[in-house]
């Protein structure tokens, strides 16, 4: 059985891997990656023609892959899966969903980002479904680019630093970047925090078997 995933940034392939070793070895994944995204979105601060264009060229392929869905991985370009899913037969799956499902049983959200667009994508699907639901965000824009310098500690001491600012102000914190992930573990914090890549797995492996 194939999964498709679909990145932005090479930050996202380790912990979304790890992820599906650890819950479902057995399915095969199909990566499919177009590292300008990132940029282009970065630049232009939205989801542009020219974007939505190399982005459903991915999706294009990896719904011809045979897999039976198609994960995103990259949280700042989950509002184009209403665009393109009309487009395919396909399941296409935004890479916050099922983090933000859990989110919602919260009451006050806090987000935590490294790529200043993340933060409206979220919060338009945390408001589509619980309107009245207070969010809060701190974002420290561009530092997930300390990743691909290889300035690891640098970026987590950020993140970190964000973490512990939120700390105390919500009921649940959400990290929205899958290259965020390991940070979770290495904080100290008075309310839950909630990371994408293992939510991701399990709905997939949930309808995998409803679609199988």
Do not use: W
Not at 42 to 54: A, D, N, Q, Y
Not at 143 to 169: W, Y
């Amino acid at each position: 059985m194939k999964v498709a995933l679909i990145h932005a940034t090479t930050t996202a392939l380790k912990p979304i891997e790890k992820a599906f070793q650890k819950a479902a070895p057995e399915i095969e994944l199909l990566h499919f990656m177009d590292t300008h995204l990132l940029t282009m979105m970065e630049k232009s601060g939205g989801l542009t023609p020219e974007i939505i264009r190399r982005f459903s060229a991915l999706v294009n392929l990896a719904a011809e892959s045979d897999a039976k869905c198609i994960q995103l991985t990259c949280s700042a370009f989950n509002n184009i899966t209403s665009i393109l899913q009309p487009m395919h037969d396909v399941k296409l799956f935004r890479s916050d969903e099922a983090m933000l499902d859990e989110a919602l049983a919260y009451e006050r959200i806090g987000l935590i980002s490294t790529v200043k667009e993340t933060p409206v994508a979220l919060m338009s699907y945390l408001r589509e479904k619980k309107p009245d639901c207070i969010i809060e965000s701190l974002v420290d824009p561009g530092i997930i680019h300390l990743l691909f310098q290889g300035r690891i500690d640098e970026h987590d001491e950020r993140v970190r630093n964000m973490i512990q600012q939120m700390d105390g102000k919500v009921d649940v914190i959400v990290l929205s970047q899958y290259s965020m992930d390991h940070i979770a573990h290495q904080v100290q914090t008075s309310v839950p925090i909630l990371t994408a890549p293992q939510a991701t797995v399990n709905r997939c492996i949930d309808y995998l078997k409803n679609h199988s």
